[in-house]
């Protein structure tokens, strides 16, 4: 039986693997990003490949009011949201403490938690009314360990880390599923955003080892997705095998 599944940052990385992923697998996806028209190609290709049904929603979840707005006029056949998968997040600029751009915390602030709570709490209702349902908060290995010039960064994957946990606690009683999923170094656009579009630099991010693809996020995140009722895997922290943690690599 197909379920809905509910991504934000469905537009490229690790978003877009999530919704190929269940998608080929069968389920109905909500998709939403900032840029229509790659939520207008990714809703075709779905749709063309898989036979699934796809509604795609233009959101920036840095706007509560909005966020709020666009998700109570979900259609009544939407609504029953089975999966929420929190995806859209990221990171700008590498500076010290003391010369960090402002702006970019604000930003990071903004997508990485304050748009994480706005999102997960118009979805709840259809849940709870429910009685069941699985949320996905995709934090970082940047919440596990705190690295130079990570700073707000860090400090915003550390606060998804410690919202995941409040979720699963408070939502326990409402039978909801909460799973935290920390990856490590992801080949996608990550880097080329955090470096402010320096292929250069961004390139630099994943030499001399292999990093994780989007997809291998993906997978672990569908197999989550797919326990018996009665399993929850709570935290789970993902790295490649040249990848120990946060801070050491193994780069030929």
């Known amino acids: 039986m197909s379920r809905i599944v509910f991504i934000t940052g469905a537009t490229s990385g690790i978003g877009k693997a999530c919704a190929e992923k269940f998608a080929s697998n069968g389920d109905d996806i909500i998709i939403t990003g900032r840029r229509k028209d790659r939520l207008i190609e990714l809703k075709k290709s779905l749709q063309k490949e898989f036979k699934v049904k796809v509604f795609e929603i233009v959101l920036d979840v840095q706007n509560r009011l909005k966020v709020f707005s666009a998700l109570e006029k979900l259609p009544e056949e939407w609504q029953a949201v089975d999966i929420l998968i929190n995806n859209a997040g990221l990171a700008l600029g590498r500076d010290f403490f003391d010369e960090a ?24 209702p259809h849940m709870v009314t429910r009685n069941k349902g699985h949320i996905i908060n ?23 880390d410690a919202i995941s946990k409040t979720m699963r606690i408070d939502l326990l009683k409402h039978n909801i599923k909460v799973t935290a999923v920390h990856p490590g170094a992801v080949e996608t656009e990550f880097a080329l955003v955090r470096f402010k579009g320096d292929k250069s630099m961004a390139a630099k991010t994943y030499e001399g ?20 009722g009665n399993v929850c895997i709570n935290d789970l922290v993902i790295t490649a095998t040249a990848q120990a943690n946060a801070i050491y690599f193994n780069k030929k």
Do not use: F
């Not at 751009?101 to 709840?124: A, C, P």
């Not at 995709?138 to 998804?160: D, H, M, P």
């Open 101 to 124: 751009n402002l702006d970019d915390w604000d930003t990071m602030l903004q997508t990485n938690v304050n748009g994480l709570l706005y999102v997960t709490r118009s979805i709840l």
């Open 138 to 160: 995709l934090g970082s290995v940047a919440g596990k360990e705190i690295y130079e010039k990570g700073n707000i960064y860090c400090v915003s994957k550390t606060a998804v």
């Open 209 to 228: 080892y292999m990093p994780l693809h989007a997809s291998d996020i993906a997978d672990v995140i569908y197999y989550c997705c797919s326990l018996p």
